[in-house]
């Protein structure tokens, strides 16, 4: 569920920055480029740093599994979309070489030559462009037209998208199926749960 919650806070990061062009709260976005870069992680949280910044995620999947939040159709689409390009990138080898490849080099820029983030963020919206746009089918993203046109808007959807696909490989990684959210879904509700009752 750790997974599933950084593939869903992607999607509402996606919506966010389409529709107002930014992300409320900001540090979202350093949770997920996190999970990108984060090559050798030593646990499933580690991942994403800290249980804490994945909540707003898991709170909203909770009122989506348990009927008691409102229905977003559109982050729900975005989700789907996201597991979709998953799992044509799970059956391209050629694909998944050259994203890990150009992973580990932009965690380079980042950590050895101290990039600024815009920079990182628009090298990862490119990535998302050169490897996973061709796979298709692409995700369409609805908002506001005069967001969407700026370029630091697209390079930002992009690299959340690339950070949700990365979570959706953590989460099939792990034993995490389709059918689960449809037949499992009181056990999905109960495990997020316990995580939203966890300590930070």
Known sequence: MLAFG???LAAVCAQQL???GEIIPNDHTDV???SLLNLD???TLDVYGDLESLKPALRLLLGQLNGKGAKDVEQTRYVVGMLTLE???NANAKALEKLG???KQIKR???????ENNLIIENLGKLYMDVISPLGPRIQISGKPEFLKQPKVQYQIRTMLLAGIRSAVL???????????IFSRGKLVRAIEDLLRMPA
Do not use: V, Y
Request: aromatic share 8%; charged share 35%; with cysteine.
């Open 6 to 8: 950084g593939l869903c």
């Open 18 to 20: 389409a529709r107002r």
């Open 32 to 34: 997920l480029i996190k």
């Open 41 to 43: 992680p030593s646990s």
């Open 87 to 89: 799992r044509k990138l």
């Open 101 to 103: 490849n150009n992973l």
């Open 109 to 115: 820029q980042r950590e050895d030559f101290d990039f």
């Open 171 to 181: 989460w099939r990684q792990l034993g995490g199926k389709r059918r689960h959210i």
